[in-house]
């Protein structure tokens, strides 16, 4: 069965780095990607990734704070979060999709269970 395992996160300060790793080794799925989930709000873009060929984007939100990267394995992906603020706090939920065009305007998606991130002040 198809499925994408997260891990990292948890809790920082604000200005502090965490990395969130993605997992879908029993995917055929080279577009990979993150969203986040506050409370109260809809889930939001945060970046993807082609695994094959180039084409890796962050949200506006995250630019120059935020970067997405393959992972060692296949069909991984890592998402380093630096310079954090109180409203990166959300839950991420990994994303894989046919492209990397599929996983930004979430279409046709396999998600994660979710991750949470706290930042605090």
């Known amino acids: 069965q198809a499925q994408l395992e997260e891990f990292g996160g948890g809790s920082a300060q604000v200005g502090d780095s965490l990395r969130l790793t993605c997992t879908g080794r029993t995917l055929n799925r080279p577009g990979m990607g993150w969203y986040r989930q506050a409370p109260g709000k809809s889930r939001e873009y945060v970046a993807s990734?082609?695994?094959?060929?180039?084409?890796?984007r962050v949200a506006a939100s995250v630019k120059g704070r935020f970067t997405i990267s393959k992972g060692g394995d296949e069909n991984s992906v890592i998402l380093q979060m630096t310079q954090l603020r109180v409203e990166d706090t959300a839950t991420y939920y990994c994303?894989?999709?046919?492209?990397?065009?599929?996983?930004?305007?979430?279409?046709?998606?396999?998600w994660g269970q979710g991750i949470q991130v706290t930042v605090s002040s």
């Open positions: 990734i082609a695994w094959h060929g180039a084409g890796d």
């Open positions: 994303a894989a999709g046919d492209t990397a065009e599929d996983v930004r305007k979430q279409q046709a998606l396999i």
